[in-house]
T-cell receptor
Framework: SAVISQKPSRDICQRGTSLTIQCQVDSQVTMMFWYRQQPGQSLTLIATANQGSEATYESGFVIDKFPISRPNLTFSTLTVSNMSPEDSSIYLC????????????FGPGTRLTVT | DAKTTQPPSMDCAEGRAANLPCNHSTISGNEYVYWYRQIHSQGPQYIIHGLKNNETNEMASLIITEDRKSSTLILPHATLRDTAVYYCIASSYGNKLVFGAGTILRVKS
């Protein structure tokens, strides 16, 4: 398995500002994922972030709004830019451990409220 | 990824087995069945996965039908701490996970 931490755990931000969320893993992993979970909803994949390549965004998500960095095999950041109240969600990162069957392990999430 | 269908909610008595069904009639040959759960306000937790054989680990058992069109997750002795949303996902290695609405399991004393 993998131990994943996220910072911050929660934040309240004003509309129009940006927030960068950090995801740290205790082992080197190739594949990292960023998800969004809106209130009362299931998880939606934002993008896949593989080290050494540009992030791959899912339909409905764009790099200008959700820029992602993946500087090494244990760390990634997701920025939520020019925030609006509709961005209020829980943001989660996850990693895949191929040697253990391809299952993903998730961080605890970052609860974002935009006022 | 193949679409999965799960009942929206289920109840289970504490100490009894919880059997959570999942239909994945369009699953392809290289897609595994993964089960995750999400306890309130936490990140999803991996439970188990399988391709075509039944699987068991310390958390649960996974029973996959021979035609692979459906599966059942079994929690052998449910406790109150097993109350969560359970997600059944069909996906291949290295591919993204597509989360549906899942099944809300309520374990009651």
């Amino acid at each position: 398995s993998a131990v994943i931490s996220q910072k911050p755990s929660r934040d309240i931000c004003q509309r129009g500002t940006s927030l960068t969320i950090q995801c740290q893993v205790d082992s080197q992993v190739t594949m990292m994922f960023w998800y969004r979970q809106q209130p009362g909803q299931s998880l939606t994949l934002i993008a896949t972030a593989n080290q050494g390549s540009e992030a791959t965004y899912e339909s409905g998500f764009v790099i200008d709004k959700f820029p992602i960095s993946r500087p090494n095999l244990t760390f990634s950041t997701l920025t939520v830019s020019n925030m609006s109240p509709e961005d209020s969600s829980i943001y989660l990162c996850s990693v895949e451990i191929p040697s253990q069957g391809g299952e993903q392990y998730f961080g605890p999430g970052t609860r974002l409220t935009v006022t | 990824d193949a679409k999965t269908t799960q009942p929206p909610s289920m109840d289970c008595a504490e100490g009894r087995a919880a059997n959570l069904p999942c239909n994945h009639s369009t699953i392809s040959g290289n897609e595994y069945v993964y089960w995750y759960r999400q306890i309130h306000s936490q990140g999803p937790q991996y439970i188990i996965h399988g391709l075509k054989n039944n699987e068991t680990n310390e958390m649960a058992s996974l029973i996959i039908t021979e035609d692979r069109k459906s599966s059942t997750l079994i929690l052998p002795h449910a406790t109150l701490r097993d109350t969560a949303v359970y997600y059944c996902i069909a996906s291949s290695y290295g591919n993204k996970l597509v989360f549906g609405a899942g099944t809300i399991l309520r374990v009651k004393s």
